[in-house]
């Protein structure tokens, strides 16, 4: 019953969805204020009806209910709670209604935070944003119902893949997915402005915070899966080029470069037309994402065959809107030029260059990833292309932003001197290549990686520092002078310090990780003890176990230093019978100057087992730069001329006091 | 989508385990030397019947026959590029997860440099434009935005 409730919501969710997305837009078409007011609950209400959807999902997952198709071919009745609440969106009906579910909230948050947005803009925001939840809403009513029913239902299920039976089933794909469909605000946005034909510093300041939004959730997102990744599968691995990653890292450099872009329409009103690309772009390549994954095209062609009409249906939704933006983008866009003056150095320049960089680096991983699609469908070649092409071809755009990025976010608007921003950056300059040569001669081998990488990271994170240190006068005003000045020092340039300094901390992790990592492979009996990396580890006994759905050996092996037991280690190997699957689950030591990594293997024919130990130096600075990042965009978020959502009656409020701004 | 390697296999229902990770402790040779060589010629080999994985990370039975195939050709004295020769004959281009610099793969190396030098060369345009351009005259207030303005002012 509350299965049939919850399609039935579903269906409902999609009628208004269609209402919302005509009605307004006729509305805001025709100057007609109770048309376009309709958006604003009927956003409400689609929220709330696929919300209800979403709950009689999840309890059909929860009590286990296999009269459900979705349920029965992908949970089990012993499988641990938590892993039936993720479960959820552990399959592909499931994660398409919490992306459906997303959407609608964003929609909804516009809807009850947009009170001081024009009528007219919000109408039309709402309605292209109820048109894209009608697509996938009706996407997934007629290809991919998760409420069907079986006739004949299983006593149990067929237990969820083994490997996202983790925590990090529950954590990275509502952020990851809050991340990508975030995103669609920006592309509603955008096509509200196409159609209005005006964009203005207003817009901007409206965009802006969402976009600001949605790459945080991406950056936390892609950091928990990189981290997931990381500890599950057994070799501590963090990136690996897949196609589903790159289709998650798209949009996050895209998103990025939409950021750095709409500061320009913001503050200097140029660059109009291109931020409208950017936010169009950056969408339409959320919902590649989307695309890829589901349609299993990048895989193989004929993975595409496997399942043609949910592939089809995709390619539809994609061909629709990405084409219709464009189209309605080359029609439009000739109308938003800007006159906005700026010399050839200035923070405008910059940030151009920062744009060109982040999307032609897109456009390499794009290349990548359909190159073997492209010469399959057109050469009738299988090609392969992985982790070596993408290091080689993609690096060098991140190290050159890298470069650049201290003295071009120094740079003033519209009229700069190089001179003048490097001036607080000669120390800072020093420091990290003297920082980079230390490393270089710490190291016994020659490669350039781990000193050029630390170089980099050292310019970064100091660089940032130097930046705030020279806007609060720091050492050369009074301490309490600076301490004013700092703050008042804008939020949203504190968040921007901080956004950068946690590229600098990850690219430092991912230097060090990739220059220094060592491992150790090798069969081991208990009581046999090895040395690495100033350890000693000794293996003293595998254990055989059961869990809640599985079956485990787990070893215990103890870490030893100058011959004191310093901790232990429980690598473990265990066997989902429901799905025939083995796992590695690896026992980390995590540090912060490095991670003790141990995986247990097979066990050998002479009784002993494998072990696989890696070193891996500085790992953790990836995530945690990431972290950095994402916190450098909470703060900026704070920013008051930002925040999101500040409701109107606030601002009104404020102003009634008579605070001066600024 | 999430997580990355392991959540893309089970929605795509693609059934490669990757739960163990793969080179075993009796295939390492003992020259350190060539051993390391080894890895390297591994992880560029694209495991055949796995999802984008290197045969140095691969669990399957044929990744391990690949990568003693390819201990057997260095112990041999085979030069890496000799080994690569080896194992693309047998299994063509596929395998390779670095596509050779030919003609054919030529648009794909090329494409980050081109589109690099095209970009460039439309935002220096931009740019110099920006910089050489008079300043413009203020938009018109929109009908809209008049009377809000008017609506402001009256209060």
New interface residues.
């Given amino acids: 019953m509350i299965v049939e409730l919850g399609h039935f919501a579903l269906i409902l969710a999609l009628l208004v969805a269609l209402l919302q997305a005509v009605v307004p837009m006729v509305g805001a078409a025709r100057g007609w204020a109770d048309w376009m007011r309709v958006a604003v609950p009927a956003a409400g209400v689609q929220f709330a009806l696929t919300l209800a959807a979403f709950l009689a999902l999840m309890h059909a997952f929860v009590v286990s209910d296999f009269s459900v198709r979705l349920v029965a071919d992908n949970s089990h009745s012993l499988k641990p709670m938590i892993y039936k609440v993720a479960g959820t969106w ?3 009906e499931g ?1 398409m209604l919490l992306w459906v579910l997303i959407l609608t909230l964003f929609g909804a948050m516009v809807a009850f935070w947009g009170g001081n947005l ?1 009528p ?1 803009l919000r109408a039309r925001v709402l309605a292209v944003q109820a048109t894209i939840a009608a697509a996938f809403l009706g996407f997934i009513l007629l290809t991919s119902n998760p409420f069907a029913r079986l006739v004949d239902p299983p006593f149990d299920g067929n237990d ?2 083994p ?2 039976q ?1 925590p ?2 529950a954590f ?2 509502p952020f ?2 809050l991340g ?1 469909v975030g995103l669609s605000m920006a592309y509603s946005f955008a096509i509200a402005a196409l159609i209005e034909g ?1 964009v203005d510093a207003a817009w901007a300041r409206w965009v802006r915070p969402w976009t600001l939004l949605a790459w945080m959730f991406l950056t936390i ?1 892609i950091a928990m ?2 981290f ?2 990381y500890y ?4 501590g ?1 963090w ?2 080029w ?4 790159n ?2 890292f798209m949009p996050w450099l895209l998103s990025t470069a939409l950021l750095h872009s709409a500061i320009v329409v913001e503050k200097r009103d ?1 660059l109009k037309s291109w931020t409208i690309l950017l936010a169009i772009l950056a969408f339409s390549f959320s919902l590649i ?2 695309f890829v ?2 349609s ?1 095209v990048i ?1 193989s062609v004929h ?1 595409f065959a496997s399942d043609p009409e949910r592939g089809v249906f995709l390619l539809m939704i994609l061909g629709a809107f990405i084409g219709g933006s464009l189209t309605l983008y080359a029609w439009r866009a000739p109308v938003l030029r ?7 150095v200035s923070r ?2 910059g940030l ?2 920062n ?2 960089l982040l ?3 897109t ?2 991983v794009f ?2 990833t359909i ?1 073997p699609l492209l ?1 399959e469908m057109l ?1 009738g ?9 993408f290091d ?3 690096t ?2 991140i190290v050159a932003l890298a470069v650049i990025l201290p003295p071009f976010s120094i740079l003033p608007w519209k009229r700069g001197s190089l001179a003048r921003a490097m001036s607080p950056l000669w120390g800072v300059l020093a420091l990290s290549v003297a920082l980079g040569a230390l490393a270089w001669s710490l190291q016994t081998g020659g490669a350039m990686l781990a000193p050029v990488g630390i170089t980099l990271a050292a310019w970064l994170v100091l660089g940032a520092f130097a930046d705030i240190a020279s806007r609060i006068r720091l050492s050369r005003a009074a301490p309490a002078e600076s301490l004013r000045r700092a703050l008042n020092l804008p939020r949203a340039d504190w968040g921007k310090a901080i956004a950068h300094a946690g590229l600098g901390v990850s690219i430092f992790g991912i230097a060090c990780i990739t220059a220094w990592a060592s491992e150790d ?3 081991m009996k208990p009581g046999d003890s090895f040395p690495v990396a100033g350890y000693v580890l000794r293996l003293d006994g595998v254990e055989h176990s059961t869990g809640a759905n599985y079956s485990a050996d787990t070893a215990t092996i103890a870490i030893l230093r100058d011959g004191a037991e310093i901790g232990t280690l429980h690598p473990e ?1 265990r066997f989902y019978p429901v799905q025939r ?4 689950e690896a026992a980390i030591d995590r540090g912060l100057t490095r991670d003790l990594y141990v ?1 247990l ?2 066990p ?1 024919e002479d009784g002993g087992w ?1 072990v ?1 130990t890696y070193v891996k130096p500085f790992a953790n600075w990836i995530w945690i730069g990431a972290l950095i990042m994402a916190a450098g965009g909470a703060t900026s978020l704070t920013d008051r001329r930002y925040r999101v959502g500040a409701p109107a009656r606030r601002a009104q409020r404020a102003a009634a006091a008579a605070t001066p701004a600024e | ?12 229902l ?1 059934v490669a ?10 295939e ?1 040779l003992t020259d350190p030397g060539l051993e390391a060589r080894a890895r390297a010629i591994t ?2 080999l ?1 495991c055949v019947v796995c ?2 994985e ?1 045969i140095d ?1 691969s669990n399957a039975e044929i990744a391990r026959d690949l990568r003693l195939l390819v201990r057997e050709r260095l112990t041999e004295g085979d030069s890496d590029a000799e080994v690569l020769a080896f194992v693309t004959d047998r299994y ?8 050779p610099f030919t003609w ?2 030529a ?3 090329l ?2 440099p081109l ?2 030098l095209l ?2 060369g439309l ?1 220096f345009a ?3 434009r ?2 050489t ?5 203020r938009p018109p207030l ?1 009908p ?1 935005e008049r009377a809000r303005l008017e609506a402001l002012t009256n209060e």
Avoid: C
């Fill in positions: 552990g399959n592909h994660s024009p007219g969820l893949n490997l996202l983790d990090g089933l990275h794909p990851l997915y990508y005006r997102g899966g990189s997931w990744a599950e599968l057994g070799w691995g990136w690996f897949d196609p589903v990653e289709v998650s140029a994402g989307a994954v589901r299993g895989t993975a800007s006159g906005a003056v700026f010399s050839v405008e320049s151009v260059v744009n060109l999307v032609v680096a456009l390499v290349f990548g190159w010469a050469a070649r299988k090609v392969s292309v992985g982790p070596p092409f080689l071809a993609f060098p755009f492979i090798r069969a190997k699957m083995p796992t590695t995986a293997g097979d050998q494998a696989r | 989508m999430p997580g990355p390697r392991a959540f893309a296999l089970a929605l795509a693609s385990p990757l739960a163990a990770p793969a080179v075993q402790p009796d390492i992880a560029e694209r999802q984008a290197s990370d063509g281009e596929f395998v390779l997860f670095r596509p054919r793969n648009v794909l190396w494409s980050g589109f690099l970009g460039a935002a931009y740019v110099r920006r910089s351009a008079p300043a413009p005259p929109t809209e």
